[in-house]
């Protein structure tokens, strides 16, 4: 098995491509143990960036990730998010505070805000760079961030230190490569790809399965696989359950064709205009 390819952060880190998400873990649905096993064994995988956030679950997903990483942290880049009400100067502290004490961990990997409310961004980026001042956050981002977000963000004094943009971008969501992907990829910021396979929804289309038939894989790595196959982009799929954590990582080996994306073009045509960012 060969080594998950990384993409540098603007700071110059390697992170790996592919992660693992927990959005709707630890919702109190009986599958616990699955979900902490197939956290661990993604870390066993090479599959070390994790991603959570306080609003998960109310904090019990960062709970569970706090469990499964316990006696790895320095193995996992961590990711987490703090909520819009939160994101003033000093709550944003707090809400961060609360996080770490959840994941039982003294760093934060990669903070981000989880999507634009009504604090000022001047509030929440002193927030963050005093997290970093003292050591609780390594890197900071942002989530849900169209282009006009990015580049009031960009515009202010500090604001060129953001380090990802967290958004929703799958086959069925090509929106942001007409500006805000490649807009992030000049300027060397992260893209992370949420929903990277539309919670399952896209999976019984007959051209994913026709190009995964040809290459012996599953619907679901033909979608990461396409994914991954951008520059600059990484993404964090949610397996709650180790053999769906395999399955997801044996899309890294798998080589879309020019004829494989020009068939999938067809089926889902990339954007001719600008649109509005989507979210779930």
Known sequence: MADV???RLPSGESVPVLGQGTWMMAEGNGRRADEIAALRLGLDLGLTLV???????????????GEAIAG????VFLVS???PSNAGRAA???ACERSLARLRTDRIDLYLLHWRGGTPLSETLAAFETLARDGKIRHWG???????????????PGGDAVAANQVLYNLTRRGIEFDLLPGCRERGIAVMAYSPIEQGRMLRHPALAKVAARHGATPAQVGLA?????????AIPKAGRPEHVRENRAALDLRLTADDLAELDRAFPPPARPQPLEML
């Open 5 to 7: 390819p990384t993409l």
């Open 51 to 65: 991603d959570t956030a306080e609003m998960y679950a109310d904090g019990a997903s960062e709970t569970l990730v």
């Open 226 to 234: 396409w994914v991954l196959r951008q520059d600059g982009v990484m």
């Open 81 to 83: 998010k703090v909520l």
């Open 142 to 156: 942002v989530s849900n961030f169209d282009p006009d977000d990015m580049a009031e963000l960009e515009g202010l």
């Open 72 to 75: 790895r942290r320095d193995e």
């Open 92 to 94: 944003a502290i707090r």
